[in-house]
């Protein structure tokens, strides 16, 4: 298996341009993860989904944060406008659903985003 | 949520074993006890989890204080490939997600 693909592994962008991170999760997973990194705050968790569905979306900092996720096997999460506090690694993450309570998270490489 | 404390860092030579500490004093009965690394430029990976009893898988062990309060991950011979960030987590069994504190970032001595 490939794990966790994300796309792309690095954005350089302009303050106010729409962004879009991608992530494929591991075939078979249903729990979807996506989190932010950054020196200050650390790894926060900004939203999960569950079969698809958003389960809790309490960490999305703002409306200019929205994710979706169409099928089992995409998501996106999208930042408009952008703005240079959002420079960050974004990371997303799956587990499976046999994996219950356990439910360790397989994590992708992340994507580095920077906005000038 | 439960927290956990960590030392902020530690150090260990390499090829010797490494204790690293988990303070969870709020534990509840139905936490688990997992611990994450996140190598350089890469994102987390699982490395082991518990309830109660020890664990031990190919990547380390972990130790568990016979009232749940504290743990311990043993890495039983740290190589250089070790030095990384290492979390731990309590996870509610009824819940889906975790939370990250900020960890213990491990250096490796040659």
């Known amino acids: 298996d490939a794990g966790v693909i994300q796309s792309p592994r690095h954005e350089v962008t302009e303050m106010g341009q729409e962004v879009t991170l991608r992530c494929k999760p591991i075939s078979g997973h249903d729990y979807l993860f996506w989190y932010r990194q950054t020196m200050m705050r650390g790894l926060e968790l900004l939203i999960y989904f569950n079969n698809n569905v958003p389960i809790d979306d309490s960490g999305m900092p703002e409306d200019r944060f929205s994710a979706k996720m169409p099928n089992a096997s995409f998501s996106t999460l999208k930042i408009q406008p952008s703005e240079p506090r959002d420079s960050a690694v974004y990371f997303c993450?799956?587990?499976?659903?046999?994996?219950?309570?356990?439910?360790?998270?397989?994590f992708g490489p992340g994507t580095r985003l920077t906005v000038l | 949520d439960a927290k956990t404390t960590q030392p902020n860092s530690m150090e260990s030579n390499e090829e010797e074993p490494v204790h690293l500490p988990c303070n969870h004093s709020?534990?509840?009965?139905?936490?688990?006890i997992h611990w994450y690394r996140q190598l350089p430029s890469q994102g987390p990976e699982y490395v082991i989890h518990?309830?109660?009893s020890n664990v031990n898988n190919r990547m380390a062990s972990l130790a568990i204080a016979e009232d749940r309060k504290s743990s311990t991950l043993i890495l039983h011979r740290a190589t250089l490939r070790d030095a990384a960030v290492y979390y731990c987590?309590?996870?509610?069994?009824?819940?889906?997600?975790?939370?990250f504190g900020p960890g213990t970032s491990l250096s490796v001595i040659p």
């Open positions: 987590i309590l996870k509610e069994t009824s819940y889906d997600k975790v939370i």
């Open positions: 518990g309830l109660t």
């Open positions: 709020t534990i509840s009965g139905t936490d688990y």
């Open positions: 993450a799956s587990s499976a659903p046999d994996r219950a309570p356990y439910n360790e998270q397989f």
